[in-house]
């Protein structure tokens, strides 16, 4: 069972960035993948990055691609999600989610772009953001 928790959403503006953390109670699992989703009002829930956590390799979806960075921090356990130049099509609520062990994911299907949905198991409650013009 892995917990998960997010941070770092708010208000910007056009233009501006924002830092979203995921905290993951259990961190042991090198051969696994966290992704960041995002669900807007009326919209399906689309993955946006995600990075497998044993060689850090990444993928992004085209529309955040150049101005999206996620990381990863083993000593705490954590994943980022480093947004720059936000626009207002970004508004969404965003989720992320740790694989599921018993699914075995490999690291093909976390790192196409967008991940395979059907490999995470475990999800956090979401963090907002808003992004005005």
């Known amino acids: 069972q892995v917990h998960l928790v997010e941070s770092g959403g708010g208000s910007v503006q056009a233009g501006g960035s924002l830092r979203l953390s995921c905290s993951a109670s259990?961190?042991?699992?090198?051969?696994?993948?966290i992704g960041w989703f995002r669900q807007a009002p009326g919209k399906e829930r689309e993955g946006v990055a995600s990075?497998?956590?044993?060689?850090?390799?990444?993928g992004y979806r085209d529309s955040v691609k150049g101005r999206f960075t996620i990381s990863r921090d083993h000593a705490k356990k954590s994943v980022y999600l480093q947004m720059n130049s936000l626009q207002p099509d970004d508004t969404a609520m965003y989720y992320c989610?740790?694989?599921?062990?018993?699914?075995?994911?490999?690291?093909?299907?976390?790192?196409?772009?967008?991940?395979?949905?059907?490999?995470?198991?475990?999800w956090g409650q979401g963090t907002q953001v808003t992004v005005s013009s």
């Open positions: 990075i497998w956590i044993g060689d850090g390799s990444t």
């Open positions: 259990d961190y042991t699992y090198k051969d696994n993948c």
């Open positions: 989610a740790a694989g599921d062990p018993q699914v075995a994911p490999e690291e093909w299907e976390c790192t196409v772009a967008p991940a395979v949905a059907g490999i995470f198991g475990f």
